[in-house]
């Protein structure tokens, strides 16, 4: 347990530490710019839609959106570096015997974060997207920090090595409050700049961001840990640096809306068409109307499956790989960039089929990717200690995230509108990390602690066990909305 194992504090003994610091950078930087041109030659919108895209003319309005985007995707890809290291960090503190404590404290962040929308979305409809982003980074900037210094403080003995488990139980939930703005501000941020014609490429780069989160959450913070053979606690130090300078950038070049930045704004065709501008409606019954919203809470169901099955992947894989053997293989000793690559591939993919195949409409892609995550969570009960099992995990890890971006990244924006966006992704979202508070208290219960019994494979076998309802669940409640389109004002 996580008490006993403090004082024997040591590096994580991974071949990965002794590969160069940039092994993995490179694929990673080939495969960003082969994103980038495929997401900037996708087929433009349908010729009957081109005329509601007038604005796409106008001189510098796509180099300035893209500027907008990716100031805030890189402070998102940052917040996700600082939630994620979590992971790395249990790992290298008390590796295969950690895992009952890591989904304790997991949980505990992730439902706070989960209930975080009921203030945070409403706050973000209130102030906008760059208040938003601005408070998430600089919150879990300040966390992150904080988190470091307890870690220092324990390996020092500047406190009893007991309290650093109980310092990081109440200190990870209030850096996960802070993360919850990152979600609702980059959705709010981005709907008042994107058609709803457009938004499957949205999704796209918003599977992407994600994605590189993770690949810095996992492999950077393993080149921090085991490359540079740094403490603990510079797990939480360099990310917390990573957002100080999204915090200022943000500051200098963000802006809300394309008028903000010296532009027109227009219709986006969403659910609060021509309302944007209006005065901030009550939050209480914006909420009410969310509710009510059958496809808002049907979408909120099928992220509260997505929650689950995404952390149940991304978190469990890693443990499972260290507890049972698996650390030899590629796909452990790449994880970060096999996420990342997971996140590219289903992000793109995801929005291309939203956008130009099916009509912008979200449920199809969400039901199609379904189908690979019930397909996966059966075939991973076979191969439960089986060298292959990792890459289907990565497979499934392309779906969920491809459904993510679509629902959590862009169907909030249509079916929440522009105005109530904050409401609505906060929603969703919420549920979202509902979801992955669920898996980590499930897991924290079923799965092997450690020692022998977390080295035997055969003792894994709820994990896939437990995601099959989940993915049926959700498979389903994505058939129910593959006609929804939204109703706009």
């Known amino acids: 347990m996580f008490l006993t194992l403090l004082p024997t504090y040591a590096l994580a003994a991974d071949n990965s530490a002794s590969k160069p610091w940039y092994t993995g950078l490179t694929p990673i930087l080939l495969l960003v710019l082969a994103v980038i041109i495929v997401v900037w030659r996708l087929p433009r919108a349908k010729e009957e839609f081109q005329g509601q895209l007038g604005y796409l003319t106008v001189k510098g309005y796509r180099f300035r959106r893209a500027i907008n985007w990716v100031f805030l995707g890189a402070t998102y890809a940052f917040l996700y570096w600082g939630r994620y290291n979590l992971n790395p960090a249990i790992k290298t503190i008390g590796g295969a015997a950690m895992v009952s404590d890591f989904n304790w404290i997991f949980s505990v962040g992730t439902i706070v974060y989960g209930v975080s929308f009921v203030l945070n979305g409403p706050l973000t409809d209130r102030f906008g997207g760059r208040f938003s982003i601005l408070t998430g980074a600089l919150g879990a900037c300040v966390a992150?920090?904080?988190?470091?210094?307890?870690?220092?403080?324990?390996?020092?003995?500047?406190?009893?090595?007991?309290?650093?488990?109980?310092?990081?139980?109440?200190?990870?939930?209030?850096?996960?409050?802070?993360?919850?703005?990152?979600?609702?501000?980059?959705?709010?941020?981005?709907?008042?700049?994107?058609?709803?014609?457009?938004?499957?490429?949205?999704?796209?780069?918003?599977?992407?961001?994600?994605?590189?989160?993770?690949?810095?959450?996992?492999?950077?913070?393993?080149?921090?840990?085991?490359?540079?053979?740094?403490?603990?606690?510079?797990?939480?130090?360099?990310?917390?640096?990573?957002?100080?300078?999204?915090?200022?950038?943000?500051?200098?070049?963000?802006?809300?809306?394309?008028?903000?930045?010296?532009?027109?704004?227009?219709?986006?065709?969403?659910?609060?068409?021509?309302?944007?501008?209006?005065?901030?409606?009550?939050?209480?019954?914006?909420?009410?109307?969310?509710?009510?919203?059958?496809?808002?809470?049907?979408?909120?169901?099928?992220?509260?499956?997505?929650?689950?099955?995404?952390?149940?992947?991304?978190?469990?894989?890693?443990?499972?790989?260290?507890?049972?053997?698996?650390?030899?293989?590629?796909?452990?000793?790449?994880?970060?960039?096999?996420?990342?690559?997971?996140?590219?591939?289903?992000?793109?993919?995801?929005?291309?089929?939203?956008?130009?195949?099916?009509?912008?409409?979200?449920?199809?892609?969400?039901?199609?990717?379904?189908?690979?995550?019930?397909?996966?969570?059966?075939?991973?009960?076979?191969?439960?200690?089986?060298?292959?099992?990792?890459?289907?995990?990565?497979?499934?890890?392309?779906?969920?995230?491809?459904?993510?971006?679509?629902?959590?990244?862009?169907?909030?924006?249509?079916?929440?509108?522009?105005?109530?966006?904050?409401v609505a992704v906060g929603l969703i979202d919420g549920f979202v990390y509902l979801g992955t508070g669920l898996q980590s208290l499930l897991y924290a219960n079923i799965l092997p602690e450690g020692g022998a019994a977390a080295a035997n494979p055969a003792n894994w076998s709820s994990w896939p066990v437990a995601m099959i309802p989940l993915a049926s669940i959700g498979l389903l409640l994505a058939f129910t909305i593959r006609h929804a389109k939204p109703k706009t004002s």
């Open 144 to 422: 992150n920090i904080l988190m470091g210094v307890a870690c220092w403080m324990a390996y020092t003995s500047r406190i009893e090595h007991r309290l650093l488990f109980w310092a990081l139980v109440v200190l990870y939930p209030v850096n996960m409050y802070f993360q919850s703005f990152g979600a609702v501000a980059i959705v709010k941020c981005n709907a008042a700049w994107f058609h709803v014609r457009e938004r499957g490429v949205f999704g796209a780069i918003f599977g992407i961001l994600i994605a590189l989160g993770i690949y810095f959450a996992f492999d950077w913070s393993y080149v921090i840990l085991n490359g540079w053979k740094l403490p603990v606690q510079w797990a939480f130090f360099f990310p917390a640096g990573a957002l100080l300078i999204a915090y200022i950038a943000d500051l200098i070049a963000v802006r809300n809306r394309p008028s903000d930045a010296g532009f027109s704004d227009f219709n986006t065709s969403d659910a609060t068409s021509g309302q944007a501008h209006g005065p901030s409606d009550n939050p209480l019954m914006v909420f009410k109307k969310m509710i009510k919203n059958p496809v808002i809470m049907i979408i909120a169901g099928i992220e509260f499956c997505s929650g689950f099955l995404r952390q149940a992947m991304m978190q469990q894989y890693p443990l499972y790989a260290k507890a049972t053997g698996a650390a030899e293989l590629f796909v452990y000793q790449n994880w970060g960039m096999m996420l990342c690559v997971a996140g590219i591939l289903g992000g793109v993919f995801a929005g291309f089929l939203s956008d130009h195949i099916f009509g912008s409409r979200r449920g199809p892609v969400a039901t199609l990717l379904y189908i690979g995550l019930l397909a996966g969570s059966i075939m991973m009960c076979f191969m439960i200690g089986h060298p292959q099992l990792g890459v289907l995990v990565v497979f499934m890890s392309l779906c969920v995230i491809g459904v993510h971006g679509m629902l959590s990244g862009t169907a909030s924006m249509d079916f929440g509108g522009t105005k109530n966006v904050g």
